[in-house]
């Protein structure tokens, strides 16, 4: 599973609670802004950990046995942190049109312009060549509402596809190149995690992959190829990392930061 680097950060990753940020807290006094947080028990947890997510929950991940006073105190002396991260998550977003006028992928190096056709029938998506994507059809029912939700399902459809026809010979490639055996590759849609690999061998990417650059696609996917060897996050999982993408610290970090490429539209229509 992609969790940020425990060895790397004193802060890491996992799932969470409900905080709601709005425009005046970002530019309150941080000091005085209360917290919302909640606090997961984990068995295989070694140490206090932090996650801020980018739709702005947090959660604390504690070892069994850890007392709620020290885990409050760990909460308040990472409080600045978080308020940052906090309002790095929430700085004001461009204008929203949906469906978007354009599109761009930039793990695939590719960019579309998106046309909207008005032919009747079940909305489907479909690419005209090099740098086009037709939206066909009407949502049944007829409200605004359908209609953009119709269009952002057929859109979320078309880019799981074509991201697994994509991804699916570089993995191939890395998996060849690395020497490393996995069963299958599955392109999902999901909120907190950039990727995973089952003991039996199939990595799951996260489809808001492709918003990234290729070399943080490139690390993800040696990420978890490696976990086909190591079924955690030990020393020597870390080193036989580096031993095949160099650069994986700042990738990581690059990747932890990535749900601020991912247009807002994938997880809800405006
Ligand atoms: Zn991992």
Same mark, same amino acid.
């Given at each position: ?8 950060? *004193? ?7 409900? =905080? ?9 006094? =941080? ?63 461009? *204008?929203?049109?949906? *469906? ?81 055996? =996995? ?88």
């Amino acid at each position: 599973m992609l969790l940020q680097n425990a060895a790397q950060w *004193p802060i890491i990753t996992s799932r969470l609670a409900a =905080y709601r940020m709005t425009q005046e807290l970002v530019t309150s006094d =941080y000091t005085a802004l209360p917290l919302a947080w909640t606090l997961r028990r984990s068995a295989r947890a070694r140490r206090l950990a932090l996650r801020v997510h980018h739709d702005g929950r947090v959660e604390v991940v504690a070892p069994r046995g850890v007392g709620e006073a020290m885990i409050g105190h760990f909460v308040h002396r990472h409080r600045e942190w978080i308020l940052h991260r906090l309002a790095e998550r929430s700085a004001p977003p461009g *204008p929203q049109a949906f *469906p978007p006028a354009t599109l761009e992928f930039p793990a695939l190096g590719e960019g579309y312009r998106i046309h909207l056709t008005g032919e009747s029938g079940r909305v489907k998506v479909r690419r005209l060549g090099h740098g086009l994507l037709s939206i066909d059809g009407h949502a049944g029912g007829g409200s605004p509402e359908a209609e953009r939700h119709a269009i952002q399902c057929a859109l979320l459809a078309w880019l799981l596809e074509h991201t697994q026809t994509a991804f699916e010979p570089r993995v191939r490639d890395l998996a060849v190149w690395g020497g490393f055996s =996995y069963r299958r590759l599955q392109l999902r849609l999901q909120r907190t995690r950039w990727g995973s690999c089952s003991s039996c061998g199939v990595i799951s990417l996260n489809v808001c992959s492709v918003f990234q650059s290729p070399a943080v696609v490139n690390y993800l996917m040696i990420h978890e190829l490696v976990h086909t060897r190591y079924m955690n996050h030990s020393a020597a999982y870390w080193r036989e990392v580096a031993a095949h993408c160099k650069d994986w610290r700042v990738l990581d970090r690059e990747l932890s930061r990535g749900w601020r490429h991912v247009p807002p539209w994938i997880f809800a229509v405006p």
